[in-house]
């Protein structure tokens, strides 16, 4: 017979813990330990993961560890590593870390992975020294990126992400919504004889990729000629026979597994457009950043292992405390779009409502993901995290230097940084309001008037991870360091962190929607869907 998680004695004990924390405030958790710091940081190689500000005590962990072990997470991790169809509702396989790692997968898909990584370094080469031209001999000195979702985030994380380290004079470009304004912003100013497509769709068939994919193929072709396609696309597909008829030459396609999910599909050919632009060399650091974190995942003790650490305290807010989003705070401009790319991880793998074994869960699963640079955040929606009625869970993420390699500016946002979880932690109560306004020389009256509109609560949790500088090694560690995160928390709700039904109905309904109202809408709300065509055929 099968049981929720949340039905396991360890839970149990968490959640009962859980209920006494409920009205701690990390004030008290600081004062009764004066080296929580130092008991509450985890150091990893060149990382710091520091704790000291969530809502926890050794117990907690200690607990936390106890439900990892009673949910298998040894086990889970493993199976994830051998190859183990863990992704059970697809009976597929979960092996992006063998694109990264040699040590996951059998020798059989290292050697497919090993020989994938040849083809995709040979091409970037033969880009970037001009061995390989457009149809009218000109380099290529653009490079255009056609996909969505994780073929649109992950590629262009990277790229925005390593900006410092682009080398051979060409410059990256993405197109992802299908309402055409990016494409058409880039036939603006673009010169199609200098210009390289890549296609990312594992279907070749993705609505969107397909339309855009269209548009830029029309473009091509019309300025320089039906033959260009065979020079200017290139496409990461498993649909042979779409590849043809779009004219993709045979030295242009790049191939997929199914063991591969979109939103870890940054490891695979679909960070293609980045290794063009960084070079293999560089490219290659990025899986090696990530390699070096699958191998902390797999042999570190819990009690010192990054992503657990970081998975358990995920599940902790989430679940335990129901803190309902995580606020994700780079201080790093170059890390603009890890909120972004975060969102589809976290809350495309674990946004379930039910278990492995198909149960309706009883408890809160994935956290709303969102955020921006902290300096900009600091100046928009801090307001609301420190004086709202919600409380969040947040994660800062800092380098010790900018991406420059100076300090200068760094050590300004560091200060923020440092400064605003604090803030959040231990908030700004009522008697030093006063007191501080009294050492203004402010009136008691005007200081009891004005003294709760300066409060700050505090007892907002926080993470702060730090790492030397924003390289192709560290943004591997980054996405590797989250990825497993992510895995740990769908271990401990016991949901399938792997599958993503919750995006194909409203891509199948859309496909039934005839836009020139020929063809009658069907189904629930289908007078509703006829009354808007007609609206937009009326006012267009």
């Not at 600081?30 to 809502?55: C, G």
């Not at 632009?277 to 902390?296: P, Y």
């Not at 409380?391 to 440092?418: M, V």
């Amino acid at each position: 017979m099968t049981q929720l998680n949340s039905s396991l004695p360890a839970w149990g004990a968490v959640a009962a813990h859980a209920k006494d924390m409920s009205k701690v405030h990390l004030r008290d958790l600081s004062a009764a330990d004066p080296k929580r710091w130092q008991n509450f940081h985890f150091e990893h190689d060149t990382w710091l993961l520091d704790v000291s500000r969530q809502r926890i005590t050794q117990q907690t962990l200690s607990l936390l560890f106890d439900l990892a072990r009673a949910v298998d997470l040894p086990e889970r991790i493993a199976a994830m590593f051998r190859g183990d169809p863990i992704n059970s509702t697809e009976h597929r396989a979960v092996l992006h870390t063998a694109l990264r790692s040699d040590f996951a997968g059998s020798p059989a898909i290292q050697a497919e992975v090993r020989d994938s990584r040849r083809k995709l370094s040979a091409f970037a080469g033969a880009v970037r020294s001009g061995k390989k031209l457009g149809i009218t001999g000109k380099k290529f000195r653009h490079v255009v990126n056609i996909g969505i979702g994780g073929s649109d985030l992950g590629p262009l994380l990277v790229c925005e992400a390593l900006r410092a380290q682009w080398s051979g004079d060409i410059t990256p470009h993405f197109v992802s919504n299908v309402d055409r304004t990016q494409l058409e912003d880039l036939t603006r100013t673009l010169d199609p004889a200098e210009t390289l497509v890549i296609v990312c769709s594992k279907t070749f068939v993705t609505q969107e990729t397909q339309t855009n994919a269209n548009a830029a193929r029309a473009w091509i072709v019309g300025a320089l000629g039906e033959k260009a396609a065979g020079n200017h696309f290139v496409a990461v597909s498993t649909n042979a026979e779409a590849m043809d008829k779009f004219g993709i030459a045979a030295d242009h396609r790049f191939t997929m597994w199914d063991w591969v999910g979109g939103r870890y599909s940054v490891w695979s050919a679909i960070g293609l457009i980045a290794e063009v632009v960084v070079g293999t060399e560089r490219f290659e650091e990025f899986l090696k950043g990530a390699s070096d974190i699958d191998k902390h995942f797999t042999t570190a003790p819990f009690e010192k292992n990054l992503p657990v650490l970081m998975g358990l305290i995920g599940a902790w807010n989430r679940t335990f405390l129901n803190l309902p989003t995580l606020a994700v705070l780079p201080y790093d401009q170059r890390l603009a779009r890890l909120p972004a790319y975060l969102q589809q991880l976290e809350m495309e793998s674990n946004g379930k409502s039910v278990s492995l074994d198909g149960i309706h869960v009883d408890f809160a699963t994935a956290p709303i993901v969102w955020g921006e640079p902290g300096s900009n955040a600091q100046h928009s929606f801090f307001q609301m995290l420190h004086q709202g009625t919600l409380t969040q869970a947040l994660d800062f993420i800092a380098p010790l230097r900018g991406s420059w390699g100076g300090t200068e500016g760094q050590d300004l946002a560091l200060k923020n940084c440092f400064a605003q979880s604090q803030a959040f932690a231990y908030g700004y109560p009522l008697p030093d309001v006063e007191a501080d306004v009294r050492k203004a020389g402010v009136s008691a009256g005007e200081t009891a008037r004005i003294g709760s509109h300066r409060v700050h609560e505090g007892n907002r949790p926080s993470s702060l991870l730090m790492y030397p500088q924003t390289t192709a090694r560290t943004l591997g560690g980054i996405l590797a360091l989250y990825e497993h995160s992510v895995f740990v928390q769908g271990t401990v709700w016991g949901v399938n962190s792997f599958d993503q039904f919750g995006v194909e109905l409203g891509k199948k309904l859309a496909v039934g929607i005839d836009m020139t109202g020929i063809k009658a809408p069907q189904g629930a709300g289908a007078a509703g869907i006829a009354a808007l065509i007609n609206y937009v055929a009326t006012h267009r």
